[in-house]
């Protein structure tokens, strides 16, 4: 990876040119991270973004992927992965005998891989890192979705307030989304931790 | 595990030259201690403890596997050991 410079300017178009430019790169192949916006008087005059810029040779993917044949490696585990380069994100896809442990426990293991790999990763790579098992998420995301429907008609029907239980916050935004769409029905999320409980009810005013 | 472990804090911490990690074999159970610089101690144990709740996570699992149990222990006091 090469070093990483500071740049600022007025929007963020123009601060990635700018980076663009002073690497002598072409703009996709510039890795940036945000650093801070600013806002002069109060949003009236003008605005400046700082950003950090880096440019990307593909070394960083590289990281990645030694970090996890070792981590399969070290934990002796018969599986197999493959990485998929979106524009937002980049997804890393489990495969093979061991899938199993890897949903142990509702996800354990893969959301620990997930939030370590993009501690490790993100910043570089300049995306975030989604971790994915035999369509482990998908298959979360349509249960969770018919969940909350079910839980929605329930409130809507006896009138009363339904708590769930820990969620994590994937699991959270899918049920909120689907709580939004019912217009009478309100969702919150209560606690400090990391999993939450979601409160859904009738709105008030509803 | 114990290179997985030292990767992992190494790419962590500020001081990567100060992390130390001591593999404990005993009959069922391996302990691994490990020791950074005071300043790093939160980078590796992470808000609310995930970083170090992650890392016991894939202890957890690869012991399930290896038919092992894994104990990560976090020393504290490494520069009032040094001194």
Redesign the interface.
């Known amino acids: 990876m090469s070093d990483k410079k500071e740049f600022v300017a007025n929007s963020l178009k123009d601060a990635i040119q700018k980076a663009a430019e002073d690497f002598g790169i072409e703009e996709d192949k510039l890795k940036y991270r945000i650093i801070t916006e600013k806002t002069k008087y109060f949003g009236h005059k003008q605005r400046e973004i700082f950003i950090e810029a880096w440019s990307s040779d593909g070394s960083e993917q590289k990281g990645l992927e030694d970090?996890v044949k070792?981590?399969i490696d070290?934990?002796?585990?018969d599986l197999q992965f493959e990485l998929e380069s979106k524009s937002e994100f980049l997804r890393v896809n489990f495969s093979g005998e061991?899938y199993k442990?890897?949903l142990?426990q509702n996800g354990?293991?893969l959301?620990?891989?997930q939030?370590?790999l993009n501690?490790?990763f993100a910043d570089e790579i300049g995306k975030k890192i989604y971790c994915e098992c035999e369509n482990y998420r998908k298959k979360k995301e349509a249960e969770l979705s018919t969940q909350a429907h079910r839980f929605a008609r329930q409130v809507r029907r006896n009138g009363k307030a339904i708590q769930l239980p820990e969620l994590n916050p994937f699991e959270r935004r899918i049920i909120h989304m689907t709580i939004n769409k019912y217009l009478d029905l309100e969702s919150k999320s209560d606690g400090d931790?990391?999993l939450k409980v979601i409160t859904i009810r009738k709105k008030l005013n509803g | 595990m114990k290179q997985l472990v030292e990767s992992v804090c190494k790419a962590l911490v500020d001081n990567p030259d100060q992390v130390v990690v001591t593999q404990i074999d005993g009959e069922q159970t391996t302990i691994l201690e490990l020791r950074v610089h005071q300043s790093d101690l939160g980078k590796v144990i992470g808000k609310q403890g995930r970083t170090a709740r992650a890392i016991r996570t894939i202890l957890a699992a690869a012991g399930m596997k290896q038919r092992r149990r894994f104990n990560l222990e976090i020393i504290e006091n490494f520069d009032q050991q040094q001194s």
């Open positions: 970090f070792l981590l070290e934990m002796k585990m061991d442990l890897m142990y354990n293991l959301n620990a891989a939030y370590l501690r490790l931790n990391f």
